[in-house]
């Protein structure tokens, strides 16, 4: 009889015994994060001071839900990110699952946002409320990644609390590896808005 577990229950313990997966030790793996980044402009860095005062705003008065970090935080980046623009299209709440070969489970999983590029998935985005630590989010982000149908190429995600923020890369090849990224915080008196933009941008462009 097969049994369905839903990703959000799924550890990384479980991913590395199941699936194989492993944490690349070699820095040189995830360089997209910190190398040749495109500059902000000051344009673009009034918009996400503007962007992190309305969040701080809102945490005021929690509880601060999947749906408004998702409004207040991601639509921005998305959009000055370039994704809501060809060649990329955007799509939510997709339903996968992700089969082990040789056992009866099945891992069953919504991706809150996958943008894709000619059937290729490119970044795939979860995001939790605010008081949602990221080391629950990224198993569950892996998950997803894992079940990109095309190992050709790798494949990117973001995790993010609406405060936090953290990437992911994934390669799924003769055996899948993951790198993580620096988490960035909106705690701190930096707007670290400014570099999550400048990795979007660069895996914008990289993707494209």
Partial sequence: MVQFIQAQNVGLAYLEERFSLQLAEDEAFFTEWF????????????????VKTN???????????????KMVILSPLLDLAGFYHDPFFITTEKSIELALEDEEEIVRGR??????????WLLVIESKRASFSLLEAIPQALVYMLANPNHEKPVFGCVTSGEDFQFIKLINQDKPEYALSNKFTLSKRDNELYQVLSILKNLSQILS
């Fill in 35 to 50: 190398e040749n980044l495109p500059e902000i402009t000051d344009l673009e860095k009034q918009y996400l001071d503007r």
């Fill in 55 to 69: 969040f701080l705003r809102l945490v005021k008065r929690p509880p601060i839900l999947e749906n408004a970090v």
């Fill in 111 to 120: 991706i809150e946002i996958l943008i894709i590029q000619e059937q290729l």
